[in-house]
Antibody, heavy 120, light 107 residues
Framework: QVTLRESGPALVKPTQTLTLTCTFS??????????VSWIRQPPGKALEWLAR???????YYSTSLKTRLTISRDTSKNQVVLTMTNMDPVDTATYYC????????????WGQGTLVTVSS | DIQMTQSPSSLSASVGDRVTITCRAS??????LNWYQQKPGKAPKLLIY???SLQSGVPSRFSGSGSGTDFTLTISSLQPEDFATYYC?????????FGQGTKLEIK
């Protein structure tokens, strides 16, 4: 059974760095073809893809956010970490981690999401 | 970057209706097009992948078609549980992109 769970602060101040952790089970990020993405959704708005990390440690980022994002993994802990620097109120959103596979790059499993509010 | 445009942005329909949602890509994406359903307060759920493949466990009233730049999601006979927001997503190349969503409401 595949599960993913996001964890991190619910509230961050402007200019701070956000660190989110995705802890997953039911698959290994060392297995060929496995990937984890981060996707966010501001309240009442559409989904936005942020970043992806692959089984071979390749990494991909949103064009508009790539200077602020870093994705990394700890395969021994089954965790993927996303950091986003210089947080702004417009970054207020529910952040999801999600599993993808290279057989189509669609999200077949989602975490429940974690709401991050950026406010002083 | 590839832009995805969905239409309509909202839609009112009745139980039993046939409904079609359209998604257009700003460049050809072959059949790398996926559809998700999202209900309030919940994570999205995969319905269709690779433009027309039905995800396991998804009712057969959902279907997808298209290739290149134009795609459709069809619900053949709306059920009460289908009222939700629907998103398309291109997985042809990173950065991946989603449509702006189509909110399906009860008439």
């Amino acid at each position: 059974q595949v599960t993913l769970r996001e964890s991190g602060p619910a509230l961050v101040k402007p200019t701070q760095t956000l660190t989110l952790t995705c802890t997953f089970s039911g698959f290994s990020l060392s297995t060929s073809g496995m990937c984890v993405s981060w996707i966010r959704q501001p309240p009442g708005k559409a989904l936005e893809w942020l970043a992806r990390i692959d089984w071979d440690d390749d990494k991909y980022y949103s064009t508009s956010l790539k200077t602020r994002l870093t994705i990394s993994r700890d395969t021994s802990k089954n965790q993927v970490v996303l950091t986003m620097t210089n947080m702004d109120p417009v970054d207020t959103a529910t952040y999801y981690c999600a599993r993808m596979k290279s057989s189509g790059w669609y999200v077949d499993y989602w975490g429940q999401g974690t709401l991050v509010t950026v406010s002083s | 970057d590839i832009q995805m445009t969905q239409s309509p942005s909202s839609l009112s329909a009745s139980v039993g209706d046939r409904v079609t949602i359209t998604c257009r890509a700003s460049q050809s994406i072959s059949t790398y097009l996926n559809w998700y359903q999202q209900k309030p307060g919940k994570a999205p759920k995969l319905l269709i992948y690779a433009a027309s493949s039905l995800q396991s466990g998804v009712p057969s009233r959902f279907s997808g078609s298209g290739s290149g730049t134009d795609f459709t999601l069809t619900i053949s006979s709306l059920q009460p549980e289908d009222f939700a927001t629907y998103y398309c997503q291109q997985s042809y190349s990173t950065p991946y992109s989603f449509g702006q969503g189509t909110k399906l409401e009860i008439k």
